[in-house]
């Protein structure tokens, strides 16, 4: 058995954490805590645009094509049938599909999973992440 997060995992009481986020921006795709550093970064870079989308429509983030995905799982809760077309919306309010954000988490999370695995004694063997069975755990 191998344990291992994700980039910025934070690790506790033999637990592992990583934010379930991801971020959206023209050049790709960032999960976990490297997503939330990353839109820190743009949102101090727009520090002094106007960040009230509510009141104005408008997002300077999300003009630059740059979105936040947060709580997305919750969307799940108490859902006993549909779940394939269920939405989220990103802090700026474009809307994604929840099952297609759900997969993009876990392609964030296998694919550091296998380099962690590469880069010990899986590359000695030749483990790619086809050889590898996969267990997710829902609380």
């Given amino acids: 058995v191998v344990k291992c997060g994700a980039p910025g995992a934070s690790v506790s009481n033999d637990t592992i954490k990583v934010p379930t986020v991801l971020l959206q921006r023209p050049e790709g795709w960032l999960f976990g805590q490297e997503a939330i550093d990353a839109y820190n970064d743009y949102i ?30 919750l969307r799940l809760k108490d ?5 394939l077309s269920l939405m989220s ?6 809307p994604f599909k929840l099952i297609d954000l759900i997969a993009k988490s876990l392609g964030f999370l296998a694919d550091y999973a ?12 030749g483990i790619t992440k086809q050889d590898i069975l996969w267990v997710i755990t829902v609380p």
């Fill in 44 to 73: 101090e870079e727009c520090k002094y645009e106007d960040f009230d989308s509510v009141a104005t429509g408008y997002s300077p983030l999300a003009a630059k094509g740059i979105h936040l995905y947060r709580f997305f799982k």
């Fill in 79 to 83: 859902q006993e049938k549909g779940a």
């Fill in 89 to 94: 919306n990103s802090t700026s309010g474009r």
């Fill in 114 to 125: 296998t380099k962690e695995i590469q880069s010990g004694f899986g590359s000695a063997l």
